[in-house]
């Protein structure tokens, strides 16, 4: 009979908690976002992953040398990058060049190991998010197109 009541007190003790949690929730001012109205407005969080971008330096050239770390560190292979090998015209010694920078916007988890990984910071997510398409092959983007 004591384990009885003494589980009926824990339950309603639990009970009290939860109303609780409720209560407090119920009371605290909304932030839902009436989205399609207020598209001018609407302001995303800085950590939201968005998608992938490359960073440029001031003078405009991208901070990507093309290392392959971030399409190495992918989980779904979403980073395709294409290089080649050039002979610097001032030192002499040979260093990669970035020809194309692949991402497909469709297979990516935004896991964030791609631009952690990156040793020049040359890449960043931002905070895009209408991604809406009629076909998955436009969610491939080439990252190093000037526009």
């Not at 939860?18 to 950590?47: D, H, S």
């Not at 770390?69 to 040979?94: A, F, L, W």
């Not at 964030?112 to 809406?132: D, K, M, Q, Y």
């Amino acid at each position: 009979m004591s384990n009885y009541i003494k589980g009926l007190f824990l339950g309603i003790g639990s009970l009290l908690t939860g109303m609780k949690v409720t209560w407090k929730e119920y009371f605290t001012k909304k932030i839902t976002e009436q989205y399609p109205e207020n598209r001018a407005t609407l302001k995303m969080n800085e950590r939201f992953c968005g998608e992938l971008s490359l960073v440029t330096e001031e003078d405009g050239e991208y901070k990507c040398i093309a290392c392959g770390i971030c399409q190495m560190n992918c989980p779904n292979n979403s980073i395709r990058i294409t290089s080649e090998t050039v002979e610097d015209p001032e030192t002499g010694k040979k260093k990669k060049k970035l020809i194309k920078y692949e991402y497909d916007l469709g297979s990516c988890m935004f896991c964030h190991l791609c631009v952690n990984s990156c040793p020049h910071g040359a890449i960043r997510f931002t905070t895009e998010f209408e991604h809406a398409v009629f076909t998955r092959s436009k969610l491939v983007k080439t990252l190093n197109n000037r526009r």
